[in-house]
Structure formats: structure tokens, C-alpha cells
């Protein structure tokens, strides 16, 4: 459908947050390569659904990344699984994936579906609460890049530093491992001049909170990584 492998930039959209659809439609026509709906708290059918239909009126991609069973609907171009690969629990790793599939296998077109594989190295966020993670070393980080592209093949890893600018230095030593699985870098992607840092290295960045703290400098990423 779309030619994921050009994508260099997302915005992340939270359905628990309310923007002024002057911005939306702002994100919406940024040229951004997709729109991720996706949060961690008070994710519910509602607000997901509100915002895919206002979403809808535009060209632009749509994923939903799944955060919980109830908000799941049809309706979205992709749709991307998280699974958490520093959580200390199973349950966030594959036990809950695993329970919507027993419930929904039949059903799941599996070509919409792709897995990311979350490292979390942020701990101050709420999803690394959440997700009852530990903090990998960076030789650990290493490992979890190596997995995701040799052992079980996921279609992205995801660098997660929600709410904080990461380490530049660490993004490019995880980048050096992956071939076929793309980086996804996320957090504290606040303008310009970070967003065009972190795309050196990660095939795709992702401006979330900037949307809502200072949304013109978060419109600015777009163009940064795509000159
Ligand atoms: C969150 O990686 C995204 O899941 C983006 O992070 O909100 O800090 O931009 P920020």
C-alpha cells in the first residue's frame, strides 16, 4: 500500500489528549510519512475513533499502535504491535498480544499487522513504569537491537525515550546492528535541530509530546528531516 521503507518522520497522536483542529489539520497536511495513534493512559474506543475520522480527511497514512484490547478498530491503514522486550513481565512482551489473538486470530488481516520491538530507556516515562521495565546498559541495548533483527526478525525496533532526548551516540551504535529492521527513535524530539540529530542515524523519528507543548516547532521536524 504505502512504501514504508522511505519513511523517515511520524507524529504520534494521543486519543486521551485534545488538540485545536487548527493544528490538527496543520499536522495532518505537514507532509509528515504517517500519523501514529497511539498513548498509554486512558487509550479508550472514543477518543481513538475521533480521531481516526478527523484524521480520515486527509491522504496522509494512519497506524493505530495498539495499547490496549478495547481500543482496537478497523479503519486504519496499519496497524503496529507493541512488544516490549526490557519489560521484566511477559505479559507486556507477548502475553496480551497473545491474548488478542486468541480472541480476535480469525479475524486479523495479518498484512495491516507489524510488531515493534520497544526498548524502553527512559525511566522517568510513564510506559517504562508501566511496562515494569529495567534499564538496559548499553552493551544490553546492543542485544536487544541483535535479537530484533536476527533471532525473531521484527519489521522495527523501537528506541523508546518518551518524554526525554536520548542519546545520539547510542541511537547510531544501534543503528550499526540493524540491516533489515528499522529504527524507530522516540522522545523529547522537540524541534529542528533534534529532529535532524536523531534522523542521521534512525530510519524513522517520531514528535509526540512537541505536538502538544509547542506545535510549531514540532511542525518544523518534518521539513528537517526531509530536505
Ligand atoms: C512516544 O516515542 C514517542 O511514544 C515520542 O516521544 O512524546 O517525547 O516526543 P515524545
Known amino acids: ?61 494512519v497506524i493505530l499502535e495498539i495499547s490496549n484490547i478495547e481500543s482496537v478498530t478497523p479503519g486504519f491503514d496499519y496497524f503496529f504491535v507493541p512488544m516490549v522486550l526490557n519489560s521484566s513481565q511477559k505479559k507486556w512482551l507477548m502475553d496480551i498480544q497473545h ?22 530507556m527512559n525511566p522517568d516515562s510513564k510506559v517504562y513504569q508501566l511496562a515494569d521495565c529495567s534499564l538496559p546498559t548499553e552493551e544490553e541495548a546492543v542485544a536487544y537491537a541483535r535479537m530484533a533483527e536476527h533471532l525473531f526478525r521484527l519489521p522495527f525496533f523501537y528506541l523508546e525515550y518518551s518524554g526525554k532526548y536520548g542519546d545520539p551516540r547510542i541511537v547510531k551504535q544501534i543503528k550499526n546492528e540493524l540491516e533489515n529492521t528499522k529504527l524507530i527513535y522516540g522522545g523529547g524530539i522537540s524541534g529542528k535541530q533534534q529532529a535532524e540529530e536523531m534522523s542521521q542515524f534512525a530510519d524513522i523519528i517520531v514528535v509526540g509530546n512537541a505536538i502538544y507543548e509547542n506545535p510549531k516547532e514540532a511542525l518544523k521536524t518534518v521539513k528537517a528531516v526531509k530536505k
Open 1 to 61: 500500500m504505502y512504501n514504508m521503507e522511505e519513511w523517515k518522520h511520524v507524529f504520534k497522536l494521543d486519543p486521551a489528549k485534545d488538540l485545536p483542529d487548527e493544528i490538527l489539520d496543520q499536522i495532518c497536511e505537514s507532509g509528515t510519512d504517517a500519523i501514529i495513534v497511539g498513548g498509554t493512559d486512558n487509550v479508550t474506543l472514543d477518543g481513538v475513533l475521533q480521531l481516526l475520522s478527523y484524521i480520515r480527511r486527509y491522504t496522509v497514512p
Open 99 to 120: 491474548e488478542a489473538v486468541v480472541e480476535y486470530g480469525d479475524v486479523i488481516n495479518w498484512e495491516e499487522m507489524f510488531a515493534e520491538g520497544y526498548c524502553i
